[in-house]
């Protein structure tokens, strides 16, 4: 078919899989980084009652209660380091760190207080019952959601082409741009090139979906927290 052979040339396919490695690069440092974060301020949120509980507080309502593009507009165009791509990775995670921070302590909230005093009783201390026991209850219960705000989260990097940042959607757009000095372009040309974002996305949320499925079924958590 003609319209794909116009789109889908050798140079314009790989600008475009330039923009998804770019997408998923950003997608896995964002999520590593919140997980990280967010869990550190759920913990505070949770157990921290004085001063740094509740600034962990403040921060995850501020960050909830507020758009995402805004974080966005903010950390590109007012930090003065890094990259654009950097600084929006950065909002971004500051942004799901947040979301990420109400998941796990749901999560926290879910463990029965009682299993502190079982620890304690064996012998570990407050940190030792949270690393050991407590924590790997907490993530195993949060999978699906947090799984969930993962997904979310890849789909939000699309945010980035409205700044151009050079990830996939924004490479996409810039396709579509560029298309009309090589040949005339058409309807079909348009839905061709959205309809390839929209199946790329779904190939890596549906495949993360199914690894979470098979996981939950085969009981794989259960192993590796139990280990």
């Not at 550190?40 to 949120?45: D, E, H, K, N, Q």
């Not at 909830?64 to 966005?72: G, N, Y």
């Not at 979301?99 to 009682?114: C, F, P, Q, T």
């Amino acid at each position: 078919m003609q319209v794909l052979a116009d789109i889908f040339t050798a140079d314009n396919t790989r600008f475009l899989f330039a923009g998804l490695a770019v997408t998923l690069i950003v997608s896995v440092v964002t999520v590593l980084a919140s997980i990280l974060f967010g869990t550190a301020l759920a913990l505070l949120r949770s157990y921290e009652k004085y001063v740094f509980g509740k600034l962990a507080s403040v921060y995850i309502e501020v960050f909830r209660s507020t758009p995402l593009l805004l974080w966005i507009l903010v950390c590109v165009f007012m930090l003065p380091l890094g990259t654009a791509l950097g600084r929006g990775a950065l909002a971004l995670t500051l942004y799901t760190s947040s979301v990420i921070a109400e998941i796990v302590r749901g999560g926290l909230n879910s463990i029965d207080k009682g299993q502190f005093e079982a620890a304690r009783s064996q012998g570990f201390n407050f940190v030792q019952a949270l690393w050991y026991i407590v924590l790997p209850q907490c993530f195993r219960r949060i999978i699906p959601s947090l799984m969930s705000q993962i997904i979310t989260t890849i789909k939000d990097t699309s945010f980035f082409a409205q700044f151009g940042i050079a990830e996939f959607f924004f490479n996409a757009k810039t396709l579509m741009g560029i298309l009309p000095q090589k040949t005339t372009i058409t309807t079909a040309h348009i839905f061709v090139i959205f309809g390839f974002i929209a199946l790329m996305y779904f190939i890596v949320n549906f495949a993360l979906s199914l690894i979470v499925r098979r996981c939950s079924r085969g009981g794989g958590e259960y192993q590796f927290y139990r280990e």
